[in-house]
Structure formats: structure tokens, C-alpha cells
């Protein structure tokens, strides 16, 4: 039989880019100690990535040698393996809307778990606890808007949504306009006037 961490590599290698690695995946092949251990010692060869306690990644390897994940597909895949509503911050949402053409430096995202932060290579991903009507739209061009709004704030509501309904497909802006009642008044009645 294969030795332990021989298997949690050949597993980790075998999985899509970003996707978490967590001692549960391995505990039958041995006991929370020995797969604890055996993940640790890979991440202090440089075999994988402690993404957080507990929290494993496999770097990507690119012609310019191994890099590590794309912070996007990794809390895609935390928020599926946590069973979490994980987004984008509003800056971010902002920026990709148009709204903004300020680039945020750090990555943070927004969660209905707890807040934690992710060390991926040299970059730390924030993931920050956020108000349930926030997260209420989730991973949809409305949801961005919400949270870009509120990343923008009152002052200058009138001005992003007007540009919003002109950059939203009908859809969306319907979904973003039936959400008012759980929105902030102040975003609410902003979307109320710009759809009369």
C-alpha cells in the first residue's frame, strides 16, 4: 500500500485548479492526526499550499515553474465544500460593472460564514462576514449591484443606478428591482425612482 501522503498527493493532483483540500476528504485512508500530519508536511515541501488551518491547495504548475491558484476558484471551491454563500466585495463588483475605475489592491469577498483569510502564495484573500441582504442575490449581475451600491454609498446612488439600468440586461435589472423591500431605504428608493 501506498504511503499516506503519497495518496493525498496523487488526489490533489488530480483535481481541478483551486479546489480545496480539507483533512475530511482523507479520513479513510487514516485517522485526523496522521492526515493533519501528512498535509502538513507537503505544504512544508512546497507540495501544496495551507491556504488556512485546515485549508489545503495544490499549486499550478505553468512553464515559468508552480504558481498558486487562482484566489477566484479557490473560494469557489470553499464556498461549495463550507457550504457558504461566498461573493464579491463591492469594490470589485463596482469596478466590473463600470461603476468605478478604481482597481481594488487586495482581494476580498463577502460571506455568510466566518470571516477568515486565505494565504495564497504571497497574496492574502480576505473573506468578511457580511448582512444577509448583501448576500441575498448571490453570484448574479443583480447581486453585484447591490453590493456595489452599497460599496458606492448614498451620495452617489442616483448617478450608479441610472448607469446600472442602462448596463444591466432586462433580467437582471427585474431581479435587482423585486429585491427592493430587503435593500437599505436609501438604495431602494434610489432603484424606485430609476424604474418609474
Not at 487562482?70 to 461573493?87: D, F, G, R
Not at 458606492?152 to 442602462?166: C, M, P, Q, T, W
Request: proline share 6%.
Amino acid at each position: 500500500m501506498k504511503p499516506l501522503s503519497e495518496m493525498i498527493l496523487e488526489v490533489s493532483q488530480r483535481l481541478p485548479e483551486g479546489e480545496v483540500l480539507t483533512p475530511e476528504l482523507f479520513l479513510h485512508l487514516g485517522s485526523r492526526a496522521s492526515v493533519l500530519r501528512c498535509l502538513s508536511r507537503l505544504a512544508q515541501r512546497g507540495q501544496l499550499l495551507r491556504a488556512s488551518p485546515e485549508l489545503y491547495v495544490a499549486p499550478v504548475a505553468s512553464r515559468f515553474g508552480f504558481r498558486p491558484p487562482m484566489a477566484a476558484k479557490v473560494v469557489h471551491s470553499l464556498a461549495a465544500v463550507m457550504n457558504e454563500v461566498i461573493v464579491i466585495h463591492g469594490a470589485l463588483a463596482a469596478n466590473a460593472l463600470g461603476l468605478t475605475t478604481q482597481v481594488p489592491v487586495r482581494e476580498i469577498y463577502l460571506t455568510n460564514g466566518p470571516a477568515r483569510t486565505l494565504q495564497l502564495g504571497k497574496a492574502e484573500v480576505q473573506i468578511r462576514q457580511a448582512p444577509s441582504w448583501l448576500l441575498s442575490l448571490g453570484m448574479s449581475a443583480a447581486g453585484d449591484a447591490v453590493r456595489a451600491l452599497d460599496w458606492l454609498g448614498e451620495a452617489f446612488v442616483l448617478g450608479a443606478v441610472a448607469k446600472l439600468h442602462a448596463r444591466l440586461p432586462e433580467g437582471e435589472w427585474s431581479i435587482l428591482v423585486s429585491a427592493q423591500g430587503s435593500l437599505p431605504v436609501w438604495m431602494a428608493n434610489a432603484i424606485r425612482t430609476e424604474s418609474e
